[in-house]
């Protein structure tokens, strides 16, 4: 409980960087233009790139950072291209997600085993439950109608996710513009 405790301290002191922020700002630009690249099939599956980079903010700066970012993103998005009605439930949904993600991740390094765990959680809890009960409630379909296409979607989706995270992740990672990204704090740590 203390280590979870700490790294949500942790994770509120990256917060308070400038540096954060514009890296938060820069991911979410990536984000959003990834955005336009979604595959739409029907009313309730579309398959997307943009989490992507948000999952480099989770990475970086942790569950803290990782919710309001997720959060702050999710109605971003929709003000820049709205799809259907506003429903804050998803908002709740991507900001669950950070959480999610920045424990995970957050100060740990990088491999496929965590990464694996970690997209499984979030499609379990946030894409699976979070997701399809807030497409139940807004569009007045039964819950257990919705959840086996949702289930297929997210179980077919997260080896993709993963393997793209966790490439694009060790990639990054080796080159060394995660330590960059981090500051001149980060490299002193490491040395």
């Known amino acids: 409980m203390k280590k979870l405790a700490t790294l949500f301290s942790d994770s509120y002191q990256e917060f308070r960087q400038v540096r954060t922020i514009t890296t938060a700002a820069m991911f979410g630009a990536i ?15 579309k398959i997307g790139f943009s989490t992507i980079a948000n999952q480099f903010v989770y990475y970086l700066f942790g569950p803290v950072v990782g919710g309001v970012f997720g959060g702050a993103l999710d109605v971003l998005k929709y003000l820049i291209k709205p799809t259907g ?14 959480v999610l993600y920045g424990c995970f991740l957050y100060k740990k390094p990088i491999s496929l085993p965590r990464v694996l765990i970690a997209e499984l959680v979030v499609s379990i809890v946030c894409n699976m439950l979070l997701g399809t009960l807030w497409l139940s409630m807004l569009y007045g379909k039964a819950f257990m109608v919705l959840l086996p296409m949702r289930v297929f979607k997210n179980l ?20 060394g513009v995660f330590r960059l990204l981090k500051g001149p704090a980060a490299r002193m740590r490491q040395v």
């Open 85 to 98: 009605a506003f429903f804050p439930g998803f908002t709740i949904g991507a900001m669950v997600g950070g």
């Open 156 to 175: 077919v989706m997260w080896p993709v996710n993963s393997l793209l995270f966790y490439t694009i992740g060790k990639t990054l990672e080796a080159s």
């Open 31 to 45: 984000s959003v233009v990834l955005g336009y690249f979604t595959i739409v099939i029907g009313d309730y599956i």
